[in-house]
Structures are given as structure tokens and as C-alpha cells.
């Protein structure tokens, strides 16, 4: 059978050569090829969560040829200064797409798959499969409108409301397919009345990135050395051996770092406390909120907040760490399920985790690589640094090779790109018997 060609429309797709990380999208694209399978990821120029613009004045278009994939940027609106520009790079993004032309000299594709952080470019795509007739394939990686209706950003009964539930239902409908990385995705659909064959695709893990050095030039060359301001911080301790918790990725409202701060500084004031370190390392829009915060609190000096650094250095910087944290708000939108990256990637640096979440299941639980309290218990979070900090290395070691050996088994994207490739097979097979073969036509040059 020849290869058969995939568009992925995810405005959000990371390069590992252009964003010195690699997201789900192109994890799965560097294996497809061997499903039988080519992607073509169509993404924003716009870089996130940063808002920062890749291209120079007046281009709209840039094309990347991989030996297993293929990536285009369409050109987005800036949003590093002004976040509310965002919702204009969401607009541009989805106009270039259906905008004639923008996507020529691709290889026609046999199927197309709309990807959302935002429903419009989901949308999109169901419409770029629509006029190229072929199957659709959506997948939901947040659920909206109700993911905005839950953070409060927009009433029930909004204008906008209405309109991403709109897009909603037109996606699944069109769907030959539903994929998503939220195990409740398919149940939360039906709630709603909108059924289509449901597969659910977690985010995982690539092992041969996890032991590839300490970082990469482009960190080093910048001038950053994150390990400078942690030894600042770990000179002003009364004890030679401190503990560093650490915190690796975006810092927005989701990310709900608020009540880490918060629970950091109960735990740092408690006896025995005065050995740890707080590293919070990523960007985003909540970091001078957080800077404040933390600047409030009694032990602001062992607070060290990082920027970005690209996913080598992420994870360089993760080894080093005596205790990994996350944090997610307390709300039933995380019943249908939740999917971070982090989960795995914390798994994957075999170290124990503290997570706040209140989810039915998580694999950080799943696989006792470490404690688990309510989403924005504060001293609940306090209490778990405590008590992870009290562990022995050995007891620490043990969870964390637990957590490793639970995400290689079950969620390495070895494994995920099989199931994936299933859910496109089982697509275009479904279209085929819909719509029958295609006519051979004598003489015709394929």
C-alpha cells in the first residue's frame, strides 16, 4: 500500500528545530511513516505560550521538509505585548488556512484532522476536508465553550458561548472520527447528543530525547544559566543540603501555580523547612503576578523563577530536582479527564511528584510515583512537600522509578502512534465503505 497523507491543522504545533521542543503533534508525525502514514502539520508562526512572531515583515507562508513529516507556518498576530491580540492571531490563523492558495503544493491529502487548543481551527480543518473530500478526523484537546465557561472567562449564556458550541457540534458531526487526549471526551460528547467512533489517543513520552545532555547551545549561547540563580538561592540556606522543588512549564491561569507559591512558603516555615528551594521554570502571562506573590511571602529569596528554555534543558534541569509539582484548579470540568504533558514528562525523569488535582485518575497516582492532593489545597501542597522531603533518597528513588517504568509501559509514543493510526485507518476505511471505491478512469495518469 502507498503512503497515505495527513494534514494535521493544529495552530499550536511545535518543531523541535525551530522551538527547541517537540509537541504530540510531531511526536506522532516522526512515527506514522511507519503505519503507513505522512503528516503535514499546518501551525501558526506565532510562537506559544510566548506570543512571539517568527516571521519577518511580509511573509505569510514557510514551509519545512522533514524526512518522516512535513511542517507549514501560516502567519500569525504577535501577542508577546498585548495578550488580548491573541484572539486576532486565532482569527488570522484560521482566514489563512481556508484562504485559497495558502496551502498549495502540498500533497493532496486522504484525510485531515482539526486540532484544537481553539475550536476555529478545528473548524477549519473540517471544512478543508469537506471541499477536498475526504474523511475528518476531530480532535478536542480542550472541551469547549465549557473549558472557558469553568476558568469564568465567559458567561453560559455568552454570545461567543453559543458560537464555540456551534463549532463543536459542527466538528463532530462532520467527524468520520473522534480522537482526543482527554479519556472523558467521547462520554461528554454524548452528553450532548453528538456520537462518533471515539478513541482516546493520551499525550506520552518520547525516551530518546530524555538523556540527550545538560541543554543545548542556543540556551548557553543566550546567556542562561539556570543554575546560577539557584545556587544564589541554596548560598542562603543554614544547611548544606538543600531539597530544590521544581515546577517545569507554562505559568497561565491553568497552570494554577498560585497556591504552589503559597503552600511553598508553609512548608519552607515550618521546622525543618529551611532546606528547600522553590524553581519555577517556563513563561507565560501569570509569571509577574506570581513574581509578587512570591515576593509577599517570608522566604521570597528562595524562590527562582526561569524563563523559557527549550525541552533538553527542561528536562537537564528536571534530573536535578529532588521533587517535581504540578497544579490544577479545583473544577468538574477535569472529570471528563486531563491529559498534561507535564504528567508524563515528570514520570519520565524518574522523581517524585506532588500533584494538586482533583481528577478521577492520573498516572501519577496510577503508578505511586508520588502524592497526590485536592487541586488548590495550599496545605495540602505544604503537607506533601513536607512529607516528600522527609523521605529517605532511597524512598525518593524508588518512587521515581516507579513513576518511569508506569509511562514507558503504558504511554510511549510508540505505543499512542499504533493506536492513532488506528483511528485514521478505521476513518478512511468508513469512508470508503460510505462512499465506495473511487472509479478508475482509462487513460487517466495518477
Known amino acids: 500500500m502507498s503512503e497515505r497523507i495527513v494534514w494535521v491543522v493544529n495552530h499550536y504545533a511545535t518543531n523541535h528545530e525551530r522551538d527547541g521542543r517537540s509537541g504530540r503533534h510531531e511526536q506522532f508525525a516522526r512515527r506514522l511513516t511507519d503505519h503507513g502514514w505522512r503528516a503535514v502539520l499546518i501551525a501558526a508562526s506565532t510562537d506559544h505560550p ?14 519545512w521538509r522533514g524526512p518522516t513529516h512535513d511542517f507549514v507556518w501560516l502567519r500569525g498576530v504577535s501577542y508577546a505585548r498585548f495578550r488580548a491580540a491573541r484572539v486576532l492571531d486565532v482569527l488570522l490563523f484560521t ?14 491529502p486522504d484525510l485531515v484532522v482539526g486540532s484544537s487548543v481553539h475550536p476555529p481551527a478545528a473548524w477549519a480543518g473540517s471544512v478543508l476536508a469537506r471541499r477536498l473530500g475526504v474523511p475528518f478526523v476531530y480532535e478536542p484537546r480542550d472541551l ?6 469553568q476558568f469564568g472567562a465567559i458567561g ?36 450532548r447528543g453528538l456520537h462518533a467512533p471515539f478513541t482516546w489517543v493520551p499525550n506520552g513520552v518520547s525516551p530518546e530525547l530524555d538523556h540527550d545532555g545538560d541543554g543545548d547551545t542556543r540556551d548557553m549561547a543566550a546567556g542562561a544559566d539556570p543554575t546560577t540563580a539557584v545556587a544564589r538561592a541554596r548560598s542562603s540556606l543554614s544547611t548544606d543540603a538543600p531539597f530544590e522543588i521544581t515546577y517545569l512549564g507554562s505559568m497561565g491561569p491553568a497552570n494554577a501555580l498560585g497556591p504552589v507559591v503559597d503552600a511553598f512558603d508553609r512548608a519552607a516555615s515550618r521546622p525543618g523547612g529551611e532546606h528547600l528551594v522553590l524553581r519555577l521554570v517556563g513563561a507565560g502571562p501569570e509569571r509577574p503576578v506570581l513574581e509578587r506573590r512570591a515576593a509577599a511571602g517570608r522566604h521570597v529569596d528562595r524562590v527562582v523563577f526561569e524563563g523559557q528554555v527549550s525541552q533538553r534543558r527542561a528536562r537537564a534541569i ?73 523521605m529517605t533518597p532511597a524512598e525518593r528513588a524508588e518512587r521515581g522509578a516507579r513513576g518511569r517504568a508506569h509511562v514507558l509501559a503504558h504511554y510511549d509514543f510508540d505505543l499512542l502512534t499504533a493506536r492513532l493510526a488506528d483511528a485514521f ?6 469512508a470508503m465503505v460510505r462512499d465506495g471505491p473511487t472509479p478508475t478512469v482509462l487513460g487517466a495518469r495518477s
Not at 469547549?144 to 465557561?149: D, G, I
Request: charged share 25%.
Open 50 to 63: 510566548s506570543g512571539r512572531q517568527g516571521f519577518g515583515p511580509g511573509r505569510l507562508r514557510r514551509r
Open 156 to 191: 453560559r449564556r455568552s454570545p461567543v458561548t453559543r458560537v464555540l458550541a456551534l463549532l463543536e457540534r459542527l466538528c463532530t458531526i462532520r467527524a468520520a472520527h473522534v480522537v482526543s487526549p482527554l479519556e472523558g471526551a467521547g462520554r461528554y460528547l454524548a452528553g
Open 425 to 430: 485507518d478505521a476513518a478512511t476505511d468508513a
Open 144 to 149: 469547549w465553550p465549557e473549558t472557558l465557561v
Open 318 to 390: 528536571g534530573r536535578r530536582a529532588d521533587c517535581l509539582v504540578a497544579n490544577l484548579l479545583p473544577l468538574d470540568l477535569y472529570r471528563h479527564g486531563t491529559s498534561l504533558n507535564k504528567f508524563f514528562e515528570y514520570l519520565l525523569l524518574a522523581k517524585p511528584v506532588v500533584l494538586g488535582a482533583s481528577v478521577p485518575n492520573d498516572p501519577v497516582t496510577d503508578s505511586g510515583a508520588g502524592l497526590r492532593v485536592d487541586g488548590g489545597d495550599v496545605d495540602g501542597l505544604a503537607d506533601a512537600f513536607t512529607a516528600v522531603a522527609a
Open 95 to 108: 482566514a489563512l488556512v481556508l484562504l485559497p492558495g495558502s496551502l498549495r503544493d502540498l500533497p493532496r
